[in-house]
Protein backbone atom coordinates (compact mmCIF):
# COMPACT_ATOMS: atom_id res chain seq x y z
CA UNK A 1 0.00 0.00 0.00
CA UNK A 2 1.23 3.24 -1.19
CA UNK A 3 0.74 6.82 1.17
CA UNK A 4 2.74 9.90 1.72
CA UNK A 5 2.99 11.07 -1.98
CA UNK A 6 1.06 14.19 -3.11
CA UNK A 7 -1.16 14.04 -6.34
CA UNK A 8 1.05 16.67 -7.83
CA UNK A 9 3.99 14.21 -7.40
CA UNK A 10 2.32 11.40 -8.84
CA UNK A 11 1.48 13.62 -11.35
CA UNK A 12 4.87 15.01 -12.43
CA UNK A 13 6.54 11.61 -12.22
CA UNK A 14 3.63 10.46 -14.61
CA UNK A 15 4.31 12.50 -16.93
CA UNK A 16 8.20 12.61 -16.89
CA UNK A 17 7.95 8.87 -17.21
CA UNK A 18 5.77 9.38 -20.27
CA UNK A 19 8.31 11.40 -21.70
CA UNK A 20 10.56 8.98 -21.73
CA UNK A 21 12.75 10.25 -18.70
CA UNK A 22 14.25 8.39 -15.78
CA UNK A 23 12.20 9.58 -13.05
CA UNK A 24 12.13 8.85 -8.97
CA UNK A 25 9.30 8.69 -6.77
CA UNK A 26 10.01 7.78 -2.96
CA UNK A 27 6.95 7.36 -0.64
CA UNK A 28 6.18 5.67 2.46
CA UNK A 29 5.57 2.07 1.07
CA UNK A 30 3.74 -1.41 3.79
CA UNK A 31 4.29 -4.84 1.94
CA UNK A 32 3.82 -7.58 4.39
CA UNK A 33 6.61 -9.46 2.52
CA UNK A 34 9.20 -6.61 3.37
CA UNK A 35 8.54 -6.08 6.47
CA UNK A 36 11.37 -3.96 7.53
CA UNK A 37 11.28 -1.39 4.47
CA UNK A 38 8.85 1.90 5.57
CA UNK A 39 9.56 3.52 2.20
CA UNK A 40 10.09 2.73 -2.01
CA UNK A 41 11.30 4.45 -4.77
CA UNK A 42 10.06 3.94 -7.74
CA UNK A 43 12.37 4.30 -11.11
CA UNK A 44 10.13 4.58 -13.96
CA UNK A 45 10.77 5.75 -17.83
CA UNK A 46 8.61 4.56 -20.76
CA UNK A 47 11.27 3.47 -23.19
CA UNK A 48 12.03 0.57 -21.45
CA UNK A 49 15.57 -0.14 -23.40
CA UNK A 50 16.65 2.91 -21.47
CA UNK A 51 15.27 1.77 -17.75
CA UNK A 52 16.84 -1.94 -18.58
CA UNK A 53 20.50 -0.25 -19.39
CA UNK A 54 20.02 2.10 -16.18
CA UNK A 55 19.31 -0.83 -14.21
CA UNK A 56 22.07 -2.84 -15.07
CA UNK A 57 24.35 -0.15 -13.83
CA UNK A 58 22.76 -1.14 -10.17
CA UNK A 59 22.82 -4.57 -10.96
CA UNK A 60 18.83 -4.55 -11.26
CA UNK A 61 17.74 -7.19 -13.86
CA UNK A 62 15.18 -7.05 -16.81
CA UNK A 63 12.69 -9.39 -14.71
CA UNK A 64 12.36 -6.73 -11.98
CA UNK A 65 10.88 -4.07 -13.83
CA UNK A 66 7.06 -3.14 -13.04
CA UNK A 67 5.39 -3.78 -16.35
CA UNK A 68 2.55 -1.38 -15.50
CA UNK A 69 0.50 0.01 -17.83
CA UNK A 70 2.65 3.05 -19.76
CA UNK A 71 4.40 3.70 -16.15
CA UNK A 72 7.41 0.80 -16.26
CA UNK A 73 9.23 1.11 -13.06
CA UNK A 74 12.07 -0.52 -10.92
CA UNK A 75 11.15 -0.56 -7.19
CA UNK A 76 14.38 0.56 -5.09
CA UNK A 77 13.74 -0.75 -1.11
CA UNK A 78 16.47 -0.60 1.62
CA UNK A 79 19.41 0.39 2.03
CA UNK A 80 20.13 -0.54 -2.08
CA UNK A 81 17.42 2.27 -2.29
CA UNK A 82 19.46 4.50 -0.31
CA UNK A 83 23.26 3.74 -2.23
CA UNK A 84 21.32 4.06 -5.29
CA UNK A 85 19.78 7.29 -4.88
CA UNK A 86 23.20 8.57 -3.53
CA UNK A 87 24.69 7.70 -7.43
CA UNK A 88 22.38 9.21 -9.03
CA UNK A 89 22.55 12.77 -7.03
CA UNK A 90 19.03 12.21 -6.19
CA UNK A 91 18.84 14.57 -2.82
CA UNK A 92 15.28 15.05 -2.95
CA UNK A 93 13.89 11.74 -2.68
CA UNK A 94 17.04 11.08 0.13
CA UNK A 95 15.58 14.09 2.08
CA UNK A 96 12.09 12.31 1.83
CA UNK A 97 13.64 9.27 2.96
CA UNK A 98 15.14 10.86 5.78
CA UNK A 99 11.83 12.39 6.67
CA UNK A 100 9.70 9.23 6.56
CA UNK A 101 11.88 7.29 8.52
CA UNK A 102 13.23 5.02 5.60
Known sequence: M?????????????????????????????????PHCKTVTKVGCSNKE?????????????????DRERYPHFDLLGERQRE??????????LLKLEKKGG
Open 2 to 34: AFGITKHDLKEWKQAVRRGELAFLTHYWIDDRF
Open 50 to 66: RLFLWGEKYGLRREWVH
Open 84 to 93: ILKQEGQYEQ
